[in-house]
Nanobody
Framework: QVHVVESGGGSVQAGESLRLSCVVSGYTYSGYCMAWFRQIPGKEREGLAAIDTDGSVTTADSVKGRFTISQHNAENTLYLQMTSLKPEDTGVYIC???????????????????????????WGQGTQVTVSS
């Protein structure tokens, strides 16, 4: 069973930074694709950034230039570095993951799919980020 656990959320002032972490644990697979989403009250869940099994990255236009996704492969950990935070960034940030058992196999043909249409099998509970003005 794969487990996904986020951490690093909190309350900050506008303009400050936060780094979120997501640890994926469970069985050992060939590779993971992982992504960050956020849920803002009253809005649809939004895909922010993702990494496929080959290390390719996509970031949503809405946060490009402020949010950076990265990973520590050996520790199966995904990060989201968030800078210049705004009150409208307030929400629950959720990590999603999927696995591949065949070496070299990617999760998606098109990297942007990982933040839009891709159907992840594993989701974390989310971590709250609150940005005050």
């Amino acid at each position: 069973q794969v487990h996904v656990v986020e951490s690093g959320g909190g309350s900050v002032q506008a303009g400050e930074s936060l780094r979120l972490s997501c640890v994926v644990s469970g069985y050992t697979y060939s590779g993971y694709c992982m992504a960050w989403f956020r849920q803002i009250p009253g809005k649809e869940r939004e895909g922010l950034a993702a990494i496929d099994t080959d290390g390719s990255v996509t970031t949503a236009d809405s946060v490009k230039g402020r949010f950076t996704i990265s990973q520590h492969n050996a520790e199966n950990t995904l990060y989201l570095q968030m800078t210049s935070l705004k009150p409208e960034d307030t929400g629950v940030y959720i990590c999603a993951a999927d696995v591949r058992t065949i070496p070299g196999e990617k999760c998606a043909e098109t990297i942007k799919d990982l933040t839009t249409t891709y159907d992840y099998n594993y989701w974390g509970q989310g971590t709250q980020v609150t940005v005050s003005s």
